[in-house]
């Protein structure tokens, strides 16, 4: 039986591309491992899945001044020691990272064991951590067209993300009566996320009494952000996390607003559904979000609006410019190279074992 370690960890962006994998790997025949930090958010999601976890010690690399860049390198050090030896005894046959800083000394202690590393980037411009794992990485795995050209081209994979199969596999109905919706009514899906989305969530509500004119509105609007004086506005139904009905909730969406981060967007490709994206400004971000926005509207995607250029009436011009052009949408996201994520990384992942195993 062929073993492989999964890495990732830090925010759940670097973790469910790799959740997304396991039914895949495990129909494969893979064994499983999982490597992150000690108590990371990754090894909270992994418990789910009966996965063995090993934590290791990580530290952040940081570009500004902090009195942790004195320590933290101390933390790497010990994390690449702890992960050479739990690799040295597990023997991998290649080892698949999502990103993050726990990657690093996960990525750059199986190099030194000669163990292949595929990895993948989320976004347009690769992340410091990847940054120093792409010259030991077999492959590096891509969202963007436009991320090839920062890669070594025989290492640059376009491939897409991982997303999970049960994300297609919603009942419409479920999400009309969940959330008490009529079916001769289009729906819009919101997705603010539940960090730095006040402003979407403000923008959509503003908006709403012209809004529901046309449509339903289901709003994902993130943690203790329910507005309560909304509670029972016909048509507008909220939440603050969805879990296990979120293929349902999808299923039901004719078009959705959604921030641009790598993982929603290409969940968004992936079920072709029209968007329109509200990128983090670059003030709150590293500015990938703007970049990965740029792409998907240049692609055909998707409609961009500039969080800080949104007036109510914008906002509702583009929503039913979006609803009445959504076949537009849906044939440029039919006709991408993005969208079979999981069989193109399988593909991968198993060249390069059959490789360490010959």
Same mark, same amino acid.
């Given at each position: ?24 790997? /495990? ?69 698949? +990272? ?23 980037? +989320? ?73 730095? *989305? ?17 449509? /339903? ?33 999808? *299923?039901? *969406? ?29 003030? +709150? ?74």
């Amino acid at each position: 039986m062929k073993k492989i370690v999964l890495t990732g960890g830090g925010t759940a962006g670097h973790v469910t591309p790799n959740i997304a994998l396991l039914p895949a790997l /495990q129909a494969a025949g893979y064994e499983i491992s999982y490597v992150g930090s000690y108590e990371g958010i990754e090894k909270k999601l992994i418990a789910d899945f009966n996965i063995p976890y090993t934590g290791i010690s990580t530290g952040k690399f940081r570009r500004y001044l902090d009195p942790k860049n004195f320590s933290d390198p101390f933390r790497v050090m010990k994390g690449f020691v702890e992960a050479r030896n739990y690799l040295k005894n597990y023997q991998p046959d290649v080892v698949f +990272s999502k990103g993050g800083f726990v990657s690093v000394p996960v990525v750059r202690a199986a190099a030194s064991l000669h163990i292949p590393c595929i990895i993948h980037e +989320s976004d347009m411009t690769p992340g410091l951590a990847n940054k120093l794992c792409i010259p030991v990485a077999e492959k590096v795995c891509c969202n963007f067209p436009e991320t090839m050209k920062n890669i070594p081209a025989d290492k640059a994979v376009l491939t897409g993300s991982p997303i999970r199969a049960e994300l297609a596999e919603g009942s419409k109905l479920a999400g009309l009566n969940m959330c008490g919706f009529t079916a001769n009514k289009p729906v819009i899906m919101v997705i603010g996320g539940s960090l730095g *989305a006040a402003n979407v969530n403000k923008a959509v509500r503003d908006a709403l009494p012209k809004l529901l004119e046309d449509f /339903q509105v289901v709003h994902l609007c993130g943690k203790d952000k329910i507005d309560n004086l909304l509670l029972n506005t016909p048509g507008y139904k909220q939440f603050e996390y969805i879990k296990a009905e979120l293929k349902d909730i999808f *299923a039901m *969406a004719d078009v959705v607003i959604s921030r641009a981060g790598a993982n929603a967007i290409c969940e968004l490709l992936a079920l072709k559904k029209p968007n329109i994206l509200i990128p983090l400004p670059a003030a +709150s971000s590293r500015g990938d979000q703007l970049l990965n926005a740029a792409s998907f509207e240049a692609q055909g995607y998707s409609i961009v609006l500039n969080e800080d250029d949104i007036t109510t009436n914008l906002l509702v011009d583009k929503v039913h410019e979006l609803y009445f052009n959504r076949q537009n949408y849906v044939d440029a996201m039919s006709k991408s190279h993005q969208m079979d994520a999981v069989k193109t990384i399988m593909e991968l992942i198993n060249e390069a074992a059959d490789k360490k195993t010959n």
